[in-house]
């Protein structure tokens, strides 16, 4: 069973940056299918971004080309990071990590995900 805990998150202005951690333990995170995802107040929590062990990453469309998923094995830790950020880039954001469903990538789907973060606030201010 897998741990997770996130940090980094904070209040920026848009076109701002921002890189959000994930510290796992109890387990290897390289092991699982491992993601972010944001809730805003009155939405639903959406995928923002996965990794697969074969390196394969999936985002939502409103993110691609601004933020990147990354993982460092040796710190057993998974990253977000932010830019050119907007004010609709704000809320609570999650990390997540589940058990690989025998699609070849991970979904962005929050059903395929049982461990998840406290979460860490991101707010935009335009």
């Known amino acids: 069973q897998v741990q997770l805990e996130e940090s980094g998150g904070g209040s920026v202005q848009a076109g701002g940056s921002l890189r959000l951690s994930c510290a796992a333990s109890?387990?290897?995170?390289?092991?699982?299918?491992i993601g972010w995802f944001r809730q805003s107040p009155g939405k639903e929590r959406e995928g923002v971004a996965t990794?697969?062990?074969?390196?394969?990453?999936r985002y939502t469309d409103s993110v691609k080309g601004r933020f990147t998923i990354s993982q460092d094995n040796a710190k057993n830790t998974l990253y977000l990071e932010m830019n050119s950020l907007k004010p609709e880039d704000t809320g609570a954001y999650y990390c997540?990590?589940?058990?690989?469903?025998?699609?070849?990538?991970?979904?962005?789907?929050?059903?395929?995900?049982?461990?998840w973060g406290q979460g860490t606030q991101v707010t935009v201010s335009s």
């Open positions: 997540a990590a589940g058990p690989y469903k025998g699609y070849g990538y991970c979904r962005r789907e929050k059903s395929d995900f049982g461990y």
């Open positions: 109890g387990d290897t995170v390289n092991s699982y299918c």
């Open positions: 990794f697969s062990r074969g390196g394969e990453l």
